[in-house]
């Protein structure tokens, strides 16, 4: 037995809505529920899509909510541009299969305090892999190939801003000409935070 009726509850859809996404008839939807047939291989790409899970979630080959593992692949500089330090991965977190399934990710561990209160040292932070960000958001920033930062990004007209939110912190600045000679990239954006409780 598939597990649509689950995942399209838990999505809150009705049938009448999964069935508009999907471009079929509400009994279509009714039919794959009850078990009577199964979406073609095109339509369970398109409801692994929907519902942010695998098709053998869906299928229930899978257990929908098993989380995913990623590795602490080593740690980010709150602060000032630094090496990245080439460490063995030894350390994994879980992340839900939703969010799993909305693209790649890697997790980091903040070192430095510049970023303090919404960061702390040793937090983990889930960064979503991406080379591009709309202001505001907070990025991991790359200088070249090994240094790196994180910061909250405001693209100005002449340049990038990475701004540290402990104001003891100077913001870093570069022109649009240093961010394509150096040059400075986005390695990824910020979307969950792992913090001990001490």
């Known amino acids: 037995m598939n597990n649509i009726k689950d995942l399209r509850k838990k999505a809150k859809l009705s049938q009448i809505e999964l069935a508009e996404l999907c471009g079929v008839h509400q009994t279509a939807v009714s039919q794959w529920e009850k078990g009577r047939t199964n979406p073609d291989t095109d339509m369970l790409i398109a409801l692994s899509e929907i519902f942010h899970t695998s098709i053998g979630a869906i299928l229930g080959l899978d257990a929908p909510d098993d989380p995913v593992m990623i590795a602490v692949k080593g740690y980010v500089q709150a602060g000032e541009m630094t090496l990245i330090p080439d460490e063995d991965i030894c350390e994994?977190?879980?992340?839900?299969?939703?969010?799993?399934?909305?693209?790649?990710?890697?997790a980091l561990r903040v070192h430095g305090d510049s970023m303090f209160p919404v960061f702390q040292n040793d937090d983990i932070i889930i960064v979503k892999l991406q080379s591009s960000a709309d202001s505001n958001r907070i990025v991991v920033a790359t200088e070249g190939r090994e240094k790196s930062t994180l910061k909250r990004l405001r693209i100005q007209d002449n340049g990038i801003l990475l701004i540290a939110e402990n104001p003891e912190y100077d913001s870093i600045f570069y022109t649009n000409e240093q961010v394509r000679k150096l040059p400075v990239t986005i390695f990824g954006v910020a979307v969950e935070l792992r913090r001990e409780i001490r």
């Open 92 to 106: 994994y977190v879980a992340i839900s299969p939703e969010l799993a399934h909305r693209g790649e990710f890697c």
